[in-house]
């Protein structure tokens, strides 16, 4: 499995933009970046996912770097309800359904 | 569409006992993986059943154990339970299983089960 590091945490304020980095260098060409994330109490959410092309979807957008080493996770205009975990995970076919979370990045939003 | 439930919702246990944890996926889902969140270890993986077959595995012992029916709902058991297995339990399913990592995952709102 590629591993991945994420910060720790990150802060930012109600609509504003927020970009969540995720580095993964040893991802192979075949690795899917999926991005989940975790609110208080509840289980975790799919975000989105991508393979080489940037992604959008209704709740963000993932820009993927050109050699696929890093990802960048977009929340366009952040609300309370955003504050949460966020994880990048590397899925390749082998482990296509195994998640394998690491510590991820604790979103907080100020009001 | 009803999304992921998984029932019971709570369950308190004690040492020695077993338990067996129920997850009906999506209407159409015929993946089903288990996950256990500890504030510990985080989320770890147990275990993925697809039409019925067990297609991948988490580093558990083997009382942790599941099954697939048909229908595609699933089951996890433990047996001889023990404090640290005091946990949520989350179930997760999506459209295509192994080999398929272009799929996404619907998690359930989990079973907490404590060990006394």
């Known amino acids: 499995d590629a591993k991945t590091t994420q910060p720790n945490s990150m802060e930012s304020n109600e609509e504003e933009p927020v970009h969540l980095p995720c580095n993964h260098s040893t991802i192979s060409g075949t690795d899917y970046i999926h991005w989940y994330r975790q609110l208080p109490s509840q289980g975790p959410e799919y975000v989105i996912h991508?393979?080489?092309s940037n992604v959008n979807n209704r709740m963000a957008s993932l820009a993927i770097a050109e050699d696929r080493k890093s990802s960048t996770l977009i929340l366009h205009r952040a609300t309370l309800r955003d504050a949460a975990v966020y994880y990048c995970i590397p899925l390749n076919i082998q482990g296509a359904q195994k998640l394998v979370f690491g510590q991820g990045t604790r979103l907080t939003i100020n009001p | 569409k009803a999304g992921v439930t998984q029932t019971p919702r709570y369950l308190i246990k004690t040492r020695g006992q077993q338990v067996t944890l129920s997850c009906s996926p999506i209407?159409?889902?015929?993946?089903v993986s288990w996950y256990q969140q500890t504030p510990g270890q985080g989320l770890q993986f147990l275990f993925e059943?697809?039409?019925?077959?067990?297609?991948n595995k988490g580093n558990f012992p083997g009382r942790f154990s599941g099954r697939q029916f048909s229908n595609s709902r699933s089951e996890m058991n433990v047996s001889t339970l023990e404090l640290g297995d005091s946990a949520l339990y989350l179930c997760?399913?999506?459209?295509?299983?192994?080999?398929?990592?272009?799929?996404?995952?619907?998690f359930g709102p989990g079973t907490r089960l404590t060990v006394t």
């Open positions: 991508g393979l080489t």
């Open positions: 059943y697809f039409s019925e077959t067990q297609r």
């Open positions: 209407s159409g889902h015929r993946s």
């Open positions: 997760a399913s999506s459209l295509e299983g192994q080999f398929k990592p272009n799929y996404e995952q619907y």
